[in-house]
């Protein structure tokens, strides 16, 4: 798996698009299992020990938040809020488990606490292919290019007449959709995977 | 004492443990209100970590 020293959203797409071939592609919605146990082979390599993810549902108060991923040197845990359904649910994980793959050492980016629940709430859809973004950016792209594949999507020429039953098809939150239909994002996201000639 | 500054305590302990399988890194996605407080988020998150939070197994193969 890559390791990256700068996050870009052209870096997030090769990351997906590289994931993606490893998975079990070509399946509708795509599992989030072949993700989390990718995730344990890769983790498990680069650390010649078994390495497990665990993954909780949290009774939480409103709101509160929607994940948690908590790191250690042998496992990790992802703790998921109950108010999420299925397509957040697999969203989530899958962007934690993306943070296990591309994040290169344990304490690379263990800024405070503060720095980093500042970043999560600055999460945007980046609107320069080659603009730095936060981790938190990066692995939400990353994730929803796994999820709503670009080899599913080549063939779309235009957004698709009933949204919500383009979201309820793949498994993933309509509002992630929405976006990448209704912001700069989709058109970036389209030039460079149009660009990109591995699978 | 805030419960990020808490939370920044106990992380440091979990990293300094002898533990195998400490936790070494943590990271949020936060929920929906745009306004909740850093704090709350903090306080969630360190009652989430401790085991202070009830928490059930998911069983992703069936997501």
Redesign the interface.
Known sequence: MTMLSTYSLEEAIVVARDTYVKISRPRRPV???PI?RYAEKVESAARGQPYSI??????????????????????S?I???H?LN?CW??F??C??AI?LLV?DS??R??K???D???E??Q?FWPTQSRAPLT??VFASVVAFEILYPWESRRAISKPPEDMHQEAVDF?IPEHHLDAYFRCTFGILSEEINSGILVP | MKYTEELEKWLAKERASDRADHIVDLKFFPGVDPEGSLDKLSRAALDTVTGKRNATPLDTSKL
């Open positions: 599992p989030i299992d989390l665990k993954t909780m549902i949290v009774d939480v108060e409103k709101n509160e938040y929607r994940g948690i991923f908590a790191r250690g040197l042998s496992s845990t703790y998921l809020s108010e299925d649910k697999r989530v994980i962007k934690e943070h994040d344990d304490l980016y263990a405070s606490v503060r980093q629940t500042m999560a709430f999460m981790s938190e498994k």
